[in-house]
């Protein structure tokens, strides 16, 4: 069986040169050992990096960007946020479940009724 999995914070794309997106940025690694962040609406290539500055290169975009986004456990949807103090859980606005973010988005776990 195929499990697709998804990074747990995405970058908004808005938020890295084109304001008027509404996607977001995904590391799409590719051949030679590279990686491309490709916006999921607009699927602009925004940038090319070596894959093992994937993990800087996000923390970097993460804290420099005006919102961040994550994909919901339950129902795989994606919850933006604007950029304010750390964040450790949330509501899905999509489904209404509570989600345990982790202290710097580091552990991701499903909490609450199912």
């Known amino acids: 069986m195929f499990v697709r999995e998804y990074p747990l914070f995405l970058i908004p794309h808005a938020g890295h040169g084109k304001p008027d997106c509404r996607g977001v940025l995904w590391p799409a690694p590719r051949e030679g050992g590279l990686t491309d962040f490709?916006?999921?609406d607009c699927v602009a290539i925004v940038r090319t990096i070596p894959i093992a500055?994937?993990?800087?290169a996000i923390a970097v975009m993460l804290e420099s960007a005006s919102s961040v986004a994550s994909l919901c456990p339950y129902c795989s949807e994606t919850n933006v946020f604007?950029?304010?103090a750390e964040m450790f859980a949330s509501v899905c606005r999509h489904c209404g479940k509570g989600v345990w973010i982790g202290r710097g988005g580091q552990q991701l776990r499903k909490w609450g009724v199912d």
């Open 82 to 84: 604007r950029r304010g």
């Open 38 to 40: 490709i916006c999921s």
């Open 53 to 56: 500055e994937v993990p800087e």
